[in-house]
């Protein structure tokens, strides 16, 4: 005889262990030392309303396929809930079938643990057209809709809209970095445009900032572009980071600009990729302010103008401060997210005829004058200028 649906669930209530919800509570709050897979298998939409926190979500009718994927470890402790306690119970059977060893369904499900006001959490608020613009982001766990959003509320300031500005800034309107501060009083010229790809031959003679704003606003309408038309000085360093920014990606490659970076990102507690390129040699760091080493750690007075290249007559391999620039705006959006290593205490550089990486160690120096136990730098010090005509790449 065929079986009914009451049958087959009372079969399942055989062969699934259930857990309460004051239990599956209790474990929810111990999974920072005991850590527990949430898996929730409720419809889409069902999930965007709110689930509980750090579920995972697998809807019903795609467990089958996607759970080798998103639940890798067989053995890992999995309670499976629903909205009321019934498709979960299925769900933790199906993954029983396959093999997974710790799997409990919760009972009832999320209607009673919202019921309960036990935590709910709701995704971000992103538009259907942003979901759809970074599901390549989305479908990365380490990004996901709360890393974009994390991006879209990102604030970055660019020194300098050429060589490395140019790349990085292309890529973080790209990755959805909400706001971009671009600092430059230059005019777009011809002879920028053998890397400086966010210009364009129609622009020449256009402000940067202007020329780089409407490529940005261009790539990517949900970015917003806050334009400094000025170079960076003594005199706005505090009302420009003032405006509040998470990170600084440096491209200025001229000493005074580079110590006055370092001075004014330990004043101000803000993160600064630096990267610097030369011919065919580029390098990257990523200064964390009174964590890492800062520039003065490693060099705590300029050179002597005499001994320092002329930066603005120096060549350079159009491609090189692309790739540069974009490994800066990976650090920038690396620190956004909270994820993987940063370049602190380490200096990249990139040999581009020999096509070598190094990685060089960094350490802070107690006695640095900007950031050791006894900083001696509490203001702004203008450098005489040398190398100051333009931003040099
Ligand atoms: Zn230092």
Aim: net charge neutral.
């Amino acid at each position: 005889m065929a079986k009914t649906y009451s049958d087959l669930f009372a079969e399942l209530r055989q062969s699934v262990k259930t857990m309460p919800l004051d239990e599956v509570k209790a474990r929810f709050d111990a999974r920072a030392s005991r850590p527990v897979t949430l898996l929730d298998v409720r419809e889409k939409d069902e999930f965007r309303a709110g689930y509980i926190p750090g579920a995972v979500h697998i809807a019903r009718a795609y467990l089958e396929a996607q759970a080798e994927q998103k639940l890798p470890d067989k053995n890992a402790e999995i309670i499976v809930y629903c909205a009321s306690g019934n498709r979960s119970l299925f769900a933790a059977k199906t993954l029983l079938d396959f093999g997974y060893t710790n799997v409990v369904s919760a009972n009832p499900g999320f209607v009673r643990w919202k019921d309960l006001r036990y935590p709910v959490e709701t995704p971000p608020n992103l538009t259907p057209a942003q979901l759809d613009r970074y599901s390549r982001h989305i479908l990365l766990p380490e990004v996901g809709e709360r890393g974009q959003e994390k991006l879209l509320k990102g604030r970055v300031l660019l020194l300098g809209a050429g060589g490395l500005g140019a790349p990085a800034a292309l890529y973080l309107a790209a990755a959805g970095v909400g706001t971009l501060g671009l600092v430059d009083a230059d005019e777009v010229d011809a002879s920028n445009l053998q890397r400086q790809i966010i210009h364009a031959t129609s622009r020449i003679g256009m402000a940067k900032v202007d020329s780089a704003e409407k490529a940005l606003v261009d790539l990517n309408p949900d970015v917003k572009v806050v334009k400094y038309k000025e170079r960076f000085l003594s005199s706005n360093a505090d009302r420009i980071l003032g405006d509040g920014w998470d990170v600084i990606v440096d491209g200025c490659d001229n000493f005074p600009t580079r110590y006055l970076v370092n001075d004014a990102s330990l004043f101000h507690k803000t993160p600064v990729v630096h990267g610097s390129i030369f011919r065919f040699d580029g390098q990257v760091t990523t200064f964390m302010p009174w964590d890492g080493p800062c520039y003065r750690c490693l060099y705590p007075e300029p050179p002597p103008p005499e001994l320092s290249p002329s930066c603005s007559e120096a060549g350079v391999l159009g491609i090189l401060p692309g790739l540069i620039g974009i490994l800066q705006a990976t650090e920038a959006v690396k620190l956004i997210l909270g994820q993987g290593e940063l370049l602190k205490g380490r200096l990249l550089t990139y040999d581009s005829m020999k096509m070598t990486f190094r990685t060089l160690k960094l350490r802070r120096d107690p006695n640095c004058p900007a950031c050791g136990k006894n900083p001696t730098i509490k203001e702004y010090i203008d450098y005489e200028g040398f190398c100051l005509g333009t931003a040099p790449h």
